[in-house]
Structure formats: structure tokens, C-alpha cells
Nanobody, 125 residues
Framework: QVQLVESGGGLVQAGDSLRLSCAAS????????MGWFRQAPGKGREFVAA????????YYADSVKGRFTISRDNAKNTVYLQMNSLKPEDTAVYYC??????????????????WGQGTQVTVSS
């Protein structure tokens, strides 16, 4: 079993930055791809970013490319999402996720086997 706990969400203004953290426990996640998804009210859960087990490969949704950066510290069993230049359309609950494989480029909701509980990010205009 793996437990994922997100933190760092909050209410910010457009153009501000936030850094989300995801601490994993129960088992090391260093051998697996990790990622972030988000879900806005009334919408489905969508992919945001993923990182391979070796941190050499990152993959982003077009909507966040150039503004968000995913990283991981395998020694701390923690994954991060640095979000810059936030927009109101980034408002959502953000979920940390562990993939069944080590590949970041194939991460989807179907390939995730563990989810965090989510953290709310609200961006006001």
C-alpha cells in the first residue's frame, strides 16, 4: 500500500505562484513514474504533469507547459509541482498520483494505481 498526501494548495491571485508537494509513505515510489492531475467543478479529472522514475523525462499538458514544473526528490519520497503565472482556469482540486510503470509519457487516469486525497487551488482574477 502507498499513501500519498498533498499539501501547498490555497487561494492566490492571477499571476501568482504556488508549490504543491506530495509526500509518499508505505512504500518507496522511486521506481515509478509520478504525476499530477486536476479536476475542476463539473469536469473530469485531467492530466497535468508527470515525471519518470529517473527524473530525466517530464511530460506536461499543453495548457500548463512553460508555466508548471514537476520534480521529485527520491531520497525524500516526495514529488513537487511548481506552478507559476497561475490563471483562473487553473482553479481545481489537484491530485498526486503514482503510476503502475516507470514511464512518464504514458501516464493517464487508467495507468494510476494510487491517488492522493487532493488539495484545492483557487486562482482569483
Amino acid at each position: 500500500q502507498v499513501q500519498l498526501v498533498e499539501s501547498g494548495g490555497g487561494l492566490v491571485q492571477a499571476g501568482d505562484s504556488l508549490r504543491l508537494s506530495c509526500a509518499a509513505s508505505g512504500r518507496t515510489v522511486s521506481a515509478y513514474a509520478m504525476g499530477w492531475f486536476r479536476q475542476a467543478p463539473g469536469k473530469g479529472r485531467e492530466f497535468v504533469a508527470a515525471i519518470s522514475r529517473a527524473t530525466s523525462t517530464t511530460y506536461y499538458a499543453d495548457s500548463v507547459k512553460g508555466r508548471f514544473t514537476i520534480s521529485r526528490d527520491n531520497a525524500k519520497n516526495t514529488v513537487y509541482l511548481q506552478m507559476n503565472s497561475l490563471k483562473p482556469e487553473d482553479t481545481a482540486v489537484y491530485y498526486c498520483a503514482k503510476d503502475r510503470s516507470f514511464r512518464a509519457t504514458t501516464m493517464t487516469t487508467s495507468s494510476v494505481d494510487y491517488w492522493g486525497q487532493g488539495t484545492q487551488v483557487t486562482v482569483s482574477s
